[in-house]
């Protein structure tokens, strides 16, 4: 029962780093519970120090991996952001030297010949 409970641990954490490696987060919701529930099965048995070694690095590069998936996510949505403020914002600078926004009120630059 014991190994069962172990390598099913092992193959659910193999899953969950697939999936952040090819951003299928979806994938990660469905494995959340399952994560859990297993984890919550071996902490009631007696298991090798061995087991718990492999299985800690196995959730510590995971977490990494969703660390630097939020980071990039959130550098992402940084960088639309800016693109979004270029395209309705104009930064001018006033005759005193300072800058100033001046709206955009075109959307679109039109290329003339």
Same mark, same amino acid.
Do not use: F, W
């Given at each position: 029962?014991?190994?069962? %409970?172990?390598?099913?641990?092992? +193959?659910t954490?193999d899953?969950?780093?697939?999936? /952040?490696?090819? !951003? *299928?987060?979806?994938?990660? $919701? @469905?494995? #959340? =519970?399952? +994560?859990?529930?297993?984890?919550?099965?071996?902490?009631?048995?007696? $298991?090798?120090? !061995? *087991?718990?070694?492999? #299985? +800690?690095a196995?959730?510590d590069?995971?977490? @990494? /991996?969703?660390?630097?998936?939020? *980071?990039? %996510?959130?550098? !992402?949505?940084?960088?639309? =952001?800016?693109?979004? *403020? %270029?395209?309705? $914002?104009l930064? %001018?600078?006033?005759? @005193?030297?300072k800058?100033?926004?001046?709206p955009?009120?075109?959307?679109?630059?039109?290329?003339?010949?």
């Open positions: 029962m014991q190994a069962n %409970v172990i390598r099913s641990i092992h +193959k954490l899953q969950e780093k697939q999936a /952040l490696l090819h !951003a *299928d987060y979806a994938a990660l $919701t @469905s494995l #959340i =519970s399952q +994560k859990e529930q297993l984890l919550s099965q071996i902490s009631n048995m007696k $298991t090798r120090r !061995a *087991d718990m070694v492999a #299985i +800690k196995k959730i590069h995971n977490q @990494s /991996l969703l660390t630097a998936a939020i *980071d990039g %996510v959130g550098a !992402a949505q940084n960088r639309l =952001s800016a693109l979004l *403020d %270029v395209q309705q $914002t930064c %001018v600078y006033d005759p @005193s030297g800058i100033e926004i001046v955009n009120k075109a959307g679109v630059i039109e290329k003339k010949a």
